[in-house]
Nanobody, 120 residues
């Protein structure tokens, strides 16, 4: 089993910045893709940013130019640098990791989420 834990959320004023972290842990696993999603109150969970299986990055149109995803492969960790935050960015941010355990067993793990609130 692969566990995913997020950290770094909080309260920030509009125009401010936050950096989220997500670490995956377990035994004998390899990550193919890892990224961020968010869910605002009363809305469905939506895609934010991800590293794909080939190492490229994808971003939702709503965060392009403001958010940057990065990773530390040695630590099985991804980060989400969020700049120029807007009230519409307020949501619970979830990390997702997908890959294989012992080469053949697929996993798709979600973290518990971290709250990001953008408000003056």
């Amino acid at each position: 089993q692969v566990q995913v834990v997020e950290s770094g959320g909080g309260l920030v004023q509009p125009g401010g910045s936050l950096r989220l972290s997500c670490a995956a842990s377990g035994s004998n696993f390899e990550i193919n893709a890892m990224g961020w999603y968010r869910q605002a109150p009363g809305k469905q969970r939506e895609f934010v940013a991800t590293f794909t299986s080939i190492g490229s990055t994808n971003y939702a149109d709503s965060v392009k130019g403001r958010f940057t995803i990065s990773r530390d492969n040695a630590k099985n960790t991804v980060y989400l640098q969020m700049n120029s935050l807007k009230p519409d960015d307020t949501a619970v941010y979830y990390c997702n990791a997908q890959g294989y355990i012992r080469i053949w067993l697929e996993f798709d793990s979600w973290g518990q989420g971290t709250q990001v609130t953008v408000s003056s």
